[in-house]
Nanobody, 124 residues
């Protein structure tokens, strides 16, 4: 099974940018679709974005469209989430996820492998 470790979270002002990283180890990273979710205090976990194993297909949640970009580097076993034009409502713990298909991550048809999360705080 793959293991996931997120990094890159922190405090940023509204309008700023952050890039999250998720480093994978264990089973071959390149066979997994990868994704990002987030959970704000008192709210349910929310789908942010996902990318296929090849990087050829991506999906974004409504809150991420036009502002966030997901990418991956299979040579580095890492998936990234570039977040621009951040808003206070983007404040949340961001979780990386791995699954065997893009559809599995987007729809959570089966539980993916989760990372431990990284906190993003956007100040107004």
């Amino acid at each position: 099974q793959v293991q996931l470790v997120e990094s890159g979270g922190g405090l940023v002002q509204a309008g700023g940018s952050l890039r999250l990283s998720c480093a994978a180890s264990g089973r071959t990273f390149s066979i997994y679709a990868m994704g990002w979710f987030r959970q704000a205090p008192g709210k349910e976990r929310e789908f942010v974005s996902a990318i296929s194993w090849s990087g050829g297909s991506t999906s974004y949640g409504d809150s991420a469209k036009g502002r966030f970009t997901i990418s991956r580097d299979n040579g580095k076993n890492t998936v990234y989430l570039q977040m621009n034009s951040l808003k206070p409502e983007d404040t949340a713990v961001y979780y990386c996820a791995a699954a065997e298909s893009l559809r599995t991550i987007v729809h959570l048809t089966t539980p993916p492998v989760w990372g431990q999360g990284t906190l993003v705080t956007v100040s107004s």
